[in-house]
């Protein structure tokens, strides 16, 4: 009597699958095939990760993440960034405490420059979220790399006593407030952030130089590594994020710069569009000075 084959085992679904899962963050499609490859040991598993993520929050609150990582930049004696600079800053302690906290309760230890704490970790500078390869199989044979439907979507919050505060379009700020940049790519692929101010001028903050790439990080908020410093240019500090779904062609940051800075000289800057390509898409979050 010959045995039957043995079907291959499933792969083990990524906890950042089941996290997005847990915050009903995934598509309703995409959540239903998560549920089915998780099995019946679906709402077990969740239930596990959500207690698990108030023990962290309850153990490491947001404010204290914040004022830790403050302590340490300060030790660092960082020069401050001249206006229209840039200034080192670890991206959204406070504002992103749940994620913060599950790279904190799944990663490595955390230890501080001369050896192991107690209480709550000591932070390293913080590393951009490593986005899964879209090459790379999975158990059902698509890609593991996760795509949110929906707009994708800029977001600013001014840093006060080393805490984020979101800020909306037409807020009013003041030159010296630092700001933390971040975006929510959803489905977009490639995407481009620039800035104008009433003194003209055209800032590139994402990606780095306009030679870079534009590929942009998936899986929900993703802040800039920098914090930017408003100087004193008059009237207003205006952001884009330009945007296209599809990872060929490239998107140029030169051409989106160029842009930007015909907009910033011309007579339209607080509430006109840049002149793009068909199909790039752009929002804009204009701040008052």
């Not at 942009?216 to 408003?230: D, K, T």
């Amino acid at each position: 009597m010959t045995d039957a084959p043995h079907p291959a085992p499933q792969a083990r679904v990524p906890d950042l699958l089941v996290e997005q899962l847990a915050l009903g963050e995934l598509p309703p499609a995409q959540a239903q095939a998560v549920r089915e490859r998780l099995g019946p040991a679906a709402d077990e598993r969740l239930s596990a990760l959500r207690a698990s993520d108030e023990a962290l929050l309850r153990e490491h609150p947001p404010h204290e993440v914040a004022a830790q990582l403050q302590r340490r930049l300060a030790r660092l004696e960082p020069e401050r960034a001249p206006a229209r600079s840039w200034l080192v800053w670890a991206p959204m302690a406070a504002a992103a405490g749940v994620a913060l906290l599950w790279w904190i309760g799944r990663g490595d230890p955390i230890e501080a420059e001369h050896g192991a704490t107690s209480g709550p970790p000591e932070l390293a500078e913080a590393q951009p979220p490593q986005v899964p390869d879209a090459k790379l199989p999975v158990a059902d044979g698509g890609p593991e790399q996760i795509l949110l439907k929906g707009d994708p979507v800029l977001m600013i919050d001014r840093v006060v006593e080393g805490r984020p505060q979101r800020v909306a379009d037409d807020a009013t700020v003041a030159a010296g407030e630092l700001l933390q940049v971040q975006y929510n790519a959803k489905g977009a692929q490639q995407g481009v952030i620039v800035s104008i101010d009433g003194a003209g001028v055209a800032t590139l903050h994402f990606p780095a130089s306009e030679g870079d790439d534009a590929t942009l990080h998936h899986g929900g908020p993703v802040p800039l590594p920098q914090s930017y410093e408003l100087d004193d240019a008059p009237g207003f500090e205006r952001f884009f994020f330009v945007t296209v779904d599809a990872t060929e062609p490239r998107l140029d940051a030169t051409q989106v710069m160029d842009a930007a800075r015909r907009l910033a000289q011309g007579g339209q800057a607080r509430e006109g569009a840049l002149a793009l390509p068909e199909g790039w898409r752009q929002q804009s979050v204009l701040l008052r000075k």
